[in-house]
């Protein structure tokens, strides 16, 4: 007799699986949660500076203020966002909504615009404000 699992792949891989929004967003959910890591690490060094003295503050504010700061800045601004919008998406699924496909596929799409136009509209706040 025949084995017939003997030509199977061990496990499925991309090459198998079509790629898609929701997908996507999961692999997007699981890299803004590393680099929510890091961005809160330089948090904390802002918080430091601002325990240690005026000196220091000053030096963290101004890279904060360059351009290569802002950029960090509002990258980690949408990385939060971001992640925070899909973990709203897995708390639902968690209570058992949302799997349907075509709703499950709209819910990722929607999470990539809200979390850019979240961080665009937090943004034009900090700037009018500012």
Known sequence: ?????N????SPHLQIYKFIPTM?????HRITGGALYFGTLLVAAWLIA???GEDYFNQ???FFG????QIILFGYTWAMLHHLLGGLRHI???IGYGFEKEF????AKANLVASIALTVLVWAIVLIVR
């Open 1 to 5: 007799m025949a084995n017939v699992t």
């Open 7 to 10: 030509n199977r792949p061990l």
């Open 24 to 28: 996507a967003m999961s692999i997007v």
């Open 50 to 52: 601002a325990a240690s």
């Open 60 to 62: 963290v504010n101004w």
């Open 66 to 69: 360059s351009i290569i700061g």
């Open 92 to 94: 639902m699924w968690d």
């Open 104 to 107: 499950s596929t709209m819910l």
